[in-house]
């Protein structure tokens, strides 16, 4: 290829990603607490006191506050009474954010056709309670995954939502571990993760460390962050790309992290990123991993088996993506359209699920939803861009 041509397909990948319209208000998320759980209440006044979010906005549920409950409950306790709040408050067409709150319920169980509910990590019935809730004006048979509408758009939520008549949600959690050292009833790694996206950083490296170990249908995982880094470097995004067997965990200023978690052939033992971070976090930045369960708990005293996405919280990670059960790899956010949108000004949970292929199935985002990098260095890049033409126009052939 050509420098004439290199030169191009660079302006060409910053101009595709930069954000075209106005970011999701304040007055366009619901908060969904659980009045039943102290944490719920204290975590909803902060966040609605932090971001401004009216009365109005508030649906308060009464629902038991274990992490896992039924699909009988989910619809008669969750789904049900949000849906009639919106409807009933004329708020349907004009929320387009969900958030649920600690102590809402996280998972729903596996149901069997003898209405027993079972463990099994291999069914189809399972899913998180927050991608069940993107679809809660849509009908839809229960079982499997549903595609994603707004998988792999370049536009703004509102725009998708405005242009396609959509009535999908995008719904994510303020969670994580409930320790609560200044005993004002707010978990510190909540408090901590919405005070962090309220000044997010515009600079920061986006670290990408794969495991070479992975081979066949594994491989894809690899060949996305080499997708991400190369789109990244044409956005003029500083990245630091591991190809090595290594495990990384010496980096400097994150701002996005994707890796194979425990599932590296190279992780530590656990408690995994409790004890052996990727490194030091600058605010706003965002994580995702390929672990199947990373999710599936956000008690301190969960037991491991795998990796825990709430340990990235807890070191200093502004969002981050997770499942409550087995979603396959090809379930994972891809790394090559979640940090792109985001470094292009995107907020961060259009970003997550620009870059998650499919609903009603296991995913959890935590974090702001509202979060976004002030002035995104796309936009900084123009002149470089402007510079550049004549290259493109009027360089010579060798």
């Known amino acids: 290829m050509t420098k004439k041509s290199l030169i191009f397909l660079s302006v060409l990948s910053i101009f595709l990603f930069i954000k075209d319209a106005q970011a999701i208000l304040s007055n366009e998320v619901l908060l969904v607490v659980n009045d039943n759980s102290p944490y719920s209440i204290s975590i909803g006044n902060y966040y609605q006191s932090v971001r401004g979010i009216p009365d109005f906005n508030i649906c308060h549920i009464n629902s038991l506050t274990t992490e896992t409950i039924t699909r009988d409950y989910y619809h008669t306790h969750i789904k049900d009474p949000i849906k009639s709040y919106l409807e009933n408050h004329g708020l349907s067409n004009s929320i387009y954010y969900i ?6 319920p996280l998972r729903i169980e596996e149901q069997d056709t003898s209405n027993d509910y079972i463990e099994n990590p291999d069914t189809f019935d399972r899913s998180s309670v927050n991608s069940e809730l993107t679809l809660l004006n849509y009908s839809y048979n ?12 370049n536009k703004s939520f509102r725009d998708f939502r405005d242009q396609t008549g959509s009535e999908l949600y ?5 969670t994580g571990y409930e320790t609560d050292s200044n005993c ?7 408090k901590a993760l919405i005070d962090r996206a309220q000044n997010p950083s515009a600079s920061g490296i986006f670290v990408l460390d794969e495991d070479l170990t992975k081979t066949g249908d594994y491989e894809k995982g690899n ?3 080499d997708e991400a880094d190369e789109i990244l470097t044409n956005q003029g995004a500083n990245t630091h790309h591991d190809e090595t067997v290594t495990f990384v965990n010496n980096q400097s200023d994150i701002l996005g992290y994707c890796s194979w978690g425990s599932n590296d052939s190279n992780s530590p033992s656990p408690p995994y990123y409790d004890s052996f971070t990727p490194g030091s976090w600058v605010n706003g930045a965002l994580t995702t991993t390929y672990v199947s369960s990373s999710a599936r708990s956000f008690n301190a005293c969960t037991p491991y088996g795998q990796s825990l996405i709430a340990d990235l919280i807890h070191s200093g990670a502004s969002g981050a993506q997770g499942h409550v059960y087995e979603p396959y790899l ?3 956010a891809r790394p090559q359209i979640l940090f ?9 949970l259009e970003s997550y699920y620009m870059a998650t292929p499919w609903l009603s199935w296991q995913e959890v985002n ?3 939803p509202l979060m976004v990098i002030p002035e995104p260095a796309t936009f900084l890049l123009f002149s470089i861009c402007l510079s550049s033409l004549p290259l493109i126009f009027f360089k010579r052939r060798f």
């Open 170 to 174: 995008l719904v994510d959690s303020l």
């Open 99 to 104: 958030v649920t709150t600690k102590g809402v």
């Open 223 to 225: 060949n996305w962050m």
């Open 330 to 332: 090809e379930a994972c």
């Open 366 to 368: 935590v974090g702001d």
């Open 142 to 153: 229960i079982g499997g995954f549903i595609s994603n509408p707004y998988y792999e758009q």
């Open 340 to 348: 792109p949108r985001y470094f292009a000004g995107y907020e961060m």
């Open 184 to 190: 004002d009833g707010i978990p510190d790694d909540v």
